[in-house]
């Protein structure tokens, strides 16, 4: 990855890369690249991080506002042979504190907002690394970027196959995020080499325009870097926030034939498929990735195509392991109420699943809920300073997802919950399926369980508010639940991927953590 954009560029790669903003290392960079200058900006900035300290083995740790820079810095230094370290942004100073002591990186990529938000707080980031280096403008116990320019560029460092690769970490749905490590071999070799192949319908294509909507501190856009720079598509579209009035100009301009995003994402670019000229009519392929997509959200999409047949690829997986099932919709599929929160099969070669039962880990019958377990190479390494926590999730060569699902006849499985947010019965995702496709102005569902008692729903609107006749009819013949709570979307505590952090979300409505589940596997 140190000299994926090198590469790139001497092969003659012909890939422009246009951003809804300048790059926040490159402010005066401009909002367009080709592969010859991105791969020049990664070779500077792999000058910058050895100025600052960085080498071969230490950790990188870098903490900044979403962009795509996230992957050029990972890149940078990967090239001298340290081992960088994604902290989104969106984390609470406490957890970037537990983060950064178990990395304790050489150096500390980040912003002057993010150093003051944290010492608002009290905790001082700039005491976790050998250096602390600030993007935008000087802070106290920080060396500002621009004092770094111009300074030697390293030789490219290469490492070992199986050693640390790059660290990301979880959602931190359930709490602290673990820090996730993964080698060439299983982010590079087992995820990026599958994915970059010239597969029929889903394949990238040299005349695509590919656009991506997500959260550059993630693994996923790590990944994703190395397969569209290797499968060359005509253009690639990267957008780093949710609001849609700033991504419609982007997108009309280069309107994608691959859309890639959260599925928060999704959510809040909704209204542009209603516009006459909508900037998706060109969409062959949609993909979601992190978390549950309900099928309203993606009914709007695909009837946004003006393509013949596009697809939806949901994908579901986890940062320890990467994609685990792949499921495609179509508007036929969709045109039908789909049975249950359905994620399709394993992977073909690449990934098994098992359901057992979470007591006694025996097998479990089709039809018969039980907890999902998954082997596959792509396995990250280990949780770096929870070692004993990544072992706990093991059963021999199998993994502990932490999810409950149903195994079907054909072999495909629907996924009913976390276990930790259980409900004893039915299916959160489930109701929340089905209130999304009877309450048009919600945004989001989402049904909180709580022991001892119904679940607690919680919708999600533009306006946080929900009329009494809605919920009447949205509640008809499901299981019993709570009166709702209406909020509007700022309202709701949310990961760097924008996934509701339930836990928090449960304490700020209920004032209390306590789940239905064990929470054994999160």
Request: proline share 7%; glycine share 8%.
């Given at each position: 990855?140190?000299?994926?954009?090198?590469?790139?560029?001497?092969?003659?790669?012909?890939?422009?890369?246009?951003?809804?903003?300048?790059?926040?290392?490159?402010?005066?960079?401009?909002?367009?690249?080709?592969?010859?200058?991105?791969?020049?900006?990664?070779?500077?900035?792999?000058?910058?991080?050895?100025?600052?300290?960085?080498?071969?083995?230490?950790?990188?740790?870098?903490?900044?506002?979403?962009?795509?820079?996230?992957?050029?810095?990972?890149?940078?230094?990967?090239?001298?042979?340290?081992?960088?370290?994604?902290?989104?942004?969106?984390?609470?100073?406490?957890?970037?504190?537990?983060?950064?002591?178990?990395?304790?990186?050489?150096?500390?990529?980040?912003?002057?907002?993010?150093?003051?938000?944290?010492?608002?707080?009290?905790?001082?980031?700039?005491?976790?690394?050998?250096?602390?280096?600030?993007?935008?403008?000087?802070?106290?116990?920080?060396?500002?970027?621009?004092?770094?320019?111009?300074?030697?560029?390293?030789?490219?460092?290469?490492?070992?196959?199986?050693?640390?690769?790059?660290?990301?970490?979880?959602?931190?749905?359930?709490?602290?995020?673990?820090?996730?490590?993964?080698?060439?071999?299983?982010?590079?070799?087992?995820?990026?080499?599958?994915?970059?192949?010239?597969?029929?319908?889903?394949?990238?294509?040299?005349?695509?325009?590919?656009?991506?909507?997500?959260?550059?501190?993630?693994?996923?856009?790590?990944?994703?870097?190395?397969?569209?720079?290797?499968?060359?598509?005509?253009?690639?579209?990267?957008?780093?926030?949710?609001?849609?009035?700033?991504?419609?100009?982007?997108?009309?301009?280069?309107?994608?034939?691959?859309?890639?995003?959260?599925?928060?994402?999704?959510?809040?670019?909704?209204?542009?498929?209603?516009?006459?000229?909508?900037?998706?009519?060109?969409?062959?392929?949609?993909?979601?990735?992190?978390?549950?997509?309900?099928?309203?959200?993606?009914?709007?999409?695909?009837?946004?195509?003006?393509?013949?047949?596009?697809?939806?690829?949901?994908?579901?997986g986890q940062t320890e392991t990467g994609p685990l099932t792949f499921r495609f919709h179509?508007?036929?599929?969709?045109?039908?109420?789909?049975?249950?929160?359905?994620?399709?099969?394993?992977?073909?070669?690449?990934?098994?699943?098992?359901?057992?039962?979470?007591?006694?880990?025996?097998?479990?019958?089709?039809?018969?809920?039980?907890?999902?377990?998954?082997?596959?190479?792509?396995?990250?390494?280990?949780?770096?300073?929870?070692?004993?926590?990544?072992?706990?999730?093991?059963?021999?060569?199998?993994?502990?997802?932490?999810?409950?699902?149903?195994?079907?006849?054909?072999?495909?499985?629907?996924?009913?919950?976390?276990?930790?947010?259980?409900?004893?019965?039915?299916?959160c995702l489930e109701v929340e399926d089905v209130l999304e496709d009877r309450l048009p102005?919600?945004?989001?569902?989402?049904?909180?369980?709580?022991?001892?008692?119904?679940?607690?729903?919680?919708?999600?609107?533009?306006?946080?508010?929900?009329?009494?006749?809605?919920?009447?009819?949205?509640?008809?013949?499901?299981?019993?639940?709570?009166?709702?709570?209406?909020?509007?979307?700022?309202?709701?505590p949310r990961t760097g991927t924008a996934k509701v952090r339930r836990m928090d979300l449960?304490?700020?409505?209920?004032?209390?953590?306590?789940?239905?589940?064990?929470?054994?596997?999160?």
């Open positions: 990855m140190g000299v994926l954009f090198d590469e790139c560029a001497a092969r003659g790669t012909a890939t422009t890369a246009h951003l809804d903003r300048p790059f926040d290392i490159a402010p005066d960079g401009g909002a367009e690249y080709g592969a010859a200058a991105l791969a020049g900006l990664v070779r500077d900035a792999a000058g910058w991080l050895s100025a600052a300290g960085a080498g071969r083995g230490d950790r990188v740790a870098i903490l900044k506002d979403n962009h795509w820079d996230y992957d050029l810095l990972a890149c940078a230094a990967a090239r001298v042979g340290a081992v960088p370290a994604q902290l989104s942004a969106q984390l609470s100073p406490d957890s970037l504190a537990i983060l950064l002591e178990r990395l304790k990186p050489a150096v500390l990529m980040t912003t002057s907002g993010q150093l003051e938000r944290c010492r608002a707080v009290g905790i001082d980031l700039t005491a976790f690394a050998g250096a602390t280096v600030t993007t935008d403008v000087t802070a106290p116990g920080a060396v500002h970027l621009d004092q770094l320019r111009g300074g030697r560029v390293p030789a490219p460092q290469r490492r070992g196959e199986d050693e640390p690769l790059v660290i990301d970490h979880t959602s931190g749905t359930t709490g602290v995020p673990k820090l996730v490590v993964h080698s060439t071999r299983t982010i590079i070799g087992e995820l990026a080499r599958f994915e970059a192949r010239r597969m029929p319908k889903i394949g990238v294509r040299g005349d695509d325009v590919v656009a991506t909507a997500s959260s550059y501190a993630h693994g996923r856009t790590f990944c994703w870097t190395a397969v569209v720079m290797s499968m060359a598509p005509r253009e690639v579209v990267i957008l780093t926030g949710q609001d849609p009035n700033r991504a419609d100009p982007v997108l009309r301009a280069h309107p994608p034939t691959i859309m890639e995003g959260l599925p928060a994402s999704y959510v809040r670019f909704r209204p542009l498929t209603e516009r006459l000229d909508n900037p998706f009519r060109r969409v062959r392929l949609y993909i979601s990735t992190y978390d549950a997509v309900h099928p309203p959200m993606i009914r709007a999409y695909l009837n946004a195509s003006r393509q013949r047949n596009p697809l939806w690829m949901d994908g579901w179509t508007r036929r599929s969709l045109a039908r109420r789909p049975a249950g929160h359905d994620v399709g099969r394993p992977i073909p070669v690449k990934t098994r699943l098992r359901l057992v039962d979470p007591d006694t880990f025996r097998p479990v019958r089709p039809g018969q809920p039980g907890l999902v377990l998954a082997r596959t190479a792509a396995r990250c390494l280990d949780y770096l300073g929870e070692s004993r926590r990544w072992s706990d999730k093991q059963v021999g060569q199998w993994w502990i997802t932490g999810d409950l699902g149903v195994r079907r006849w054909d072999g495909s499985v629907r996924l009913l919950d976390r276990e930790v947010d259980r409900t004893p019965e039915g299916s102005e919600a945004l989001e569902c989402v049904l909180l369980a709580e022991p001892g008692k119904p679940p607690l729903p919680v919708i999600i609107t533009a306006d946080g508010t929900l009329s009494t006749a809605a919920w009447r009819r949205a509640c008809r013949r499901l299981p019993r639940m709570q009166e709702p709570v209406s909020l509007r979307w700022d309202d709701v449960r304490e700020q409505l209920t004032g209390s953590t306590a789940t239905c589940g064990t929470g054994r596997w999160t």
